[in-house]
């Protein structure tokens, strides 16, 4: 956390290590070291707990772009949808989810902002000994923002027994702007956070940690049986790998929280990859692990091949059960085209939740399904 950081850190990195992969692992063994044992069962509640997140413009849960989720649109009855079900599953009302989610992005910013205030005072001291040597000019000070000092004014004045004064809404302004800073940063927490959240969970399974060597992020030359890369090429990067103690066996898990259409089809390109440097005769399973929720890019991972095999061996989502609480809302007819494909998929098992592959690499069972 923040305040166990080394006092020489430069403000201007502090927001790194904020995000950054320490403090997340630090804030993961925080969060589990207080919550109950995790299980295959309850596994996708702690993913939930710790990453998703209410969407401002809507208030809802996040569960799909938040351009096609407002309302009006389809997505937005099915937002409701998912963000009903999943208070229900976590037995509060859909006003208190808010209070139950994003704990791993709300502790994060937490830290950042509890500096950011103490150094506020700082700053301050510096500004006014540099803005000695102008007076009496009349000059504004940091924090300063007429723009949202007017906004405040006009939305609440009439609420205000007394204006408040000058350095409470400056620290506010400070605050918007930091908060608003913090947003920005989700994209990257989300990303390699549900990585190391997932590797936090199958660390924490006794007959997942006992099975498989568990890597987070490693370059793929250090998983067995690959070579490094060739001439001057980059090294390639697995998301996370599994390699079982008994055999060797590798899973090569690529974890995208949800995937835009481009990067579905880098999808052949990194299992190429993967194929092209492998240094033994011996096949590797190519997973995908996701929250994505758009039934099209969902039945399209599922549908593509490599040398007519399926290019993911396993396809897992986090709990199926969202998506199809989200394609049953009420509105348009959509029992044909992609979300008739990922419902078929759901059914079949095609696509799994993450309580049944990880029950059934707790068993010691193949990770393929």
């Not at 409701?80 to 999943?86: E, P, V, Y």
Request: aromatic letters at 10%.
């Amino acid at each position: 956390m923040i305040d166990e950081l080394p006092a020489n850190v430069e403000p201007s990195k502090l927001v790194k290590y904020a995000f950054g992969q320490e403090n997340r692992r630090s804030l993961l063994d925080r969060y589990f070291d207080s919550r109950e044992p995790v299980t295959p069962d309850n596994a996708w509640r702690h993913v939930y707990h710790l990453l998703m997140w209410i969407d401002p413009t809507i208030g809802l849960a996040h569960c799909y772009e938040s351009d096609k989720c407002q309302p009006g649109r389809p997505w937005y009855g099915r937002s409701l949808a998912f963000h009903i079900w999943l208070s229900k599953q976590f037995e509060i009302s859909p006003r208190e989810l808010n209070e139950k989610i994003d704990i791993l992005f709300t502790w994060a910013a937490s830290d950042l902002t509890a500096f950011a205030a103490s150094q506020r005072e700082k700053y301050a001291r510096n500004a006014e000994d540099q803005r000695k040597v102008y007076l009496p000019e009349d000059l504004p000070l940091p924090g300063e923002d007429p723009e949202f000092l007017d906004l405040v004014d006009q939305y609440l004045r009439p609420w205000f027994r007394e204006a408040p004064d000058l350095a409470t809404l400056r620290a506010l302004a400070s605050s918007v702007r930091a908060y608003v800073g913090q947003e920005n940063k989700r994209k990257n927490l989300v990303g390699e956070g549900f990585e190391d959240t997932l590797a936090a969970i199958l660390h924490r399974i006794p007959g997942v940690a006992s099975s498989y060597n568990i890597m987070v992020r490693p370059v793929l030359h250090d998983i067995p049986g690959f070579y490094p890369p060739r001439g001057q090429d980059k090294a390639q990067q697995v998301d996370l790998a599994l390699v079982r103690k008994s055999d060797n066996h590798r899973s090569l898990i690529t974890c995208k929280w949800s995937f835009r259409t481009d990067r579905e089809k880098q999808f052949p390109n990194e299992h190429a990859a993967y194929t092209d440097l492998q240094s033994v005769n011996k096949p590797f399973d190519y997973v995908l692990l996701t929250n994505e929720f758009d039934p099209a890019r969902l039945a399209s991972v599922c549908e593509r091949t490599r040398e007519v095999h399926p290019l993911f061996k396993t396809v897992v989502h986090v709990n199926p059960a969202g998506p199809l609480v989200a394609y049953a809302a009420p509105g348009p007819d959509r029992s044909k085209g992609g979300m008739a494909r990922s419902k078929m998929y759901i059914s079949s098992g095609r696509i799994e939740g993450l309580d049944g592959w990880l029950a059934r690499l707790a068993a010691g069972g193949e990770v393929t399904g």
